[in-house]
């Protein structure tokens, strides 16, 4: 069939294989082209179909060599509808692993669920009894079933304490708009916080040590966000920011709990780039495009690969890491957040409107790059073709 982009709100409801397959390679181009690095071998991506766990999962197979399982939840292609993006970045990923003779395997189902978890573990003790040396932690999703209790909870992005009231922009129309947002309730953070924090990456740890398929020396990384004083209220300040903060507290409690295997917890705060999670709050993606502008009018911009390569290279595997924040957080965003960076978007931020958003702003770039997460925009794909929707991925098909 012929696949063409289909917006609706802040997502694509299709997404093209070959589209896919490209910027899974432009990925792994990066990747081969930089130095490479040691020190994991048996690496578990957990949300490892799109953004930063799919780079994560990339980096670690093709910049260390490293074995890998991923674990994601995503959508085959049925009827006339495409397969998801995630499942053909996972396909092609596979295909690539494969074809360079490196081990990929990938589960796919809900990961907050005790029958993933068990799979994953079964999985693990077949193939690696040496057992996993670095574990990511990076899902997404706007909703959590507690396998404990049952209950559904339901993330939301929202202020706290009062109403907040700023700009934003409409991706696609260009337009900008004030926005205000009502505040949170005393449900809506308890309930972001079950979805957002950390007590799944702890279910996860607490699983797999208790199976004893942790390796001596395991180091595990969640990823987080901080951002600037300007997003605050929305973010940092907001439910989202109360779910981050569960999170530092979960790793400073599962470094406590793998002792014993000399291991270590991680949060790393990286860098805002265009996801399908960053896409859906307010405010956020007008930030984005005039952080992109400056970024790469001074030569420091960065994606979710170049991201990923920092991480590996200057924190995860090397015997020199680079020094933690005064937090015990790894700091990615370190470019994002430099003085001259911050001091311009403000100003930009004060001046921004509808007339002069597409000469200040980099809001192309910013599409481009939501394009490219559902495999579109890439200019030497072409779109008017036929292809085959029906993709497998070998490991699933199994």
Known sequence: MIVQPKIRGFICTTAHPVGCAAHVQQQI???????HFTGCKNVLVIGASTGYG???RIAAAFGAGAKTIGVSFEKPAADKRTASAGWYNTAAFEKAAHAAKLYAKSINGDAFSDEIKKQTIKLIKKDWPEGVDLIIYSLASPRRQDPRNG???NSSLKPIGKPYTNKTVDVMNGAVTNITIEPANDEDIANTVKVMGGDDWAMWIDALADAGVLAPNIKTVSYSYIGPELTYPVYTNGTIGKAKEHLEVTAKGLTVKLKP???KAFVSVNKGVVTQASAAIPVVPLYMSLLFKVMKEKKLHEGCIEQAWRLFHDYLCTTNPKELDNAGRIRLDDLEMRDDVQTEISQRWNDV???????ISDLQGYRDEFYHLFGFGFPHVDYDADVNVDVKIPSIEE
């Open 29 to 35: 181009d990066f990747i081969k082209k930089h130095p």
């Open 151 to 153: 209950v559904v909870y």
């Open 353 to 359: 409107d509808s007339a002069n958003l597409m000469d």
């Open 261 to 263: 295997l000399n291991g």
């Open 54 to 56: 799919l780079a994560s």
